[in-house]
């Protein structure tokens, strides 16, 4: 079956930092748009950050840039998400999911991935920012 799971999660105090992993298994990692969502008690997923497949390019979301960084390694199947100088509003479950590359394609830089646009998504991991 296909596995994305998430990992890395916790809580930490406002300005901290944390780093996600979502490993992957039972599918081409290393070919496919992958991309962070996080989901907030009480909302909708949002879409965090993406990376294209072969992580030279990556895109943020204007709440999370200067503070998130994506990263991935093929070799591992496994994504990655560095967190720091971590609020309060990032609280949230966060999770990985792959992005129809084809929909991606016809993004510009003013419009954010449809969370609903995933083929699958992975069981998240909780981040808790508070004092």
């Known amino acids: 079956d296909v596995q994305l799971q998430a990992s890395g999660g916790g809580l930490v105090q406002p300005g901290g930092s944390l780093r996600l992993s979502c490993a992957a298994s039972?599918?081409?990692?290393?070919?496919?748009?992958m991309a962070w969502f996080r989901q907030a008690p009480g909302k909708g997923p949002k879409w965090i950050s993406s990376?294209?497949?072969?992580?030279?390019?990556?895109r943020y979301t204007s709440s999370v840039k200067g503070r998130f960084t994506i990263f991935r390694d093929n070799a591992k199947n496994t994504l990655y998400l560095q967190m720091d100088s971590l609020k309060p509003e990032d609280t949230a479950v966060y999770y990985c999911?792959?992005?129809?590359?084809?929909?991606?394609?016809?993004?510009?830089?003013?419009?954010?991935?449809?969370?609903?646009?995933?083929?699958?998504r992975g069981r998240g991991t909780q981040v808790t920012v508070s004092s």
């Open positions: 999911a792959p992005i129809d590359a084809q929909y991606y394609r016809t993004l510009d830089s003013s419009n954010e991935p449809d969370p609903g646009r995933v083929f699958f």
């Open positions: 990376i294209n497949s072969d992580g030279g390019s990556t």
């Open positions: 039972e599918f081409s990692f290393s070919s496919y748009i």
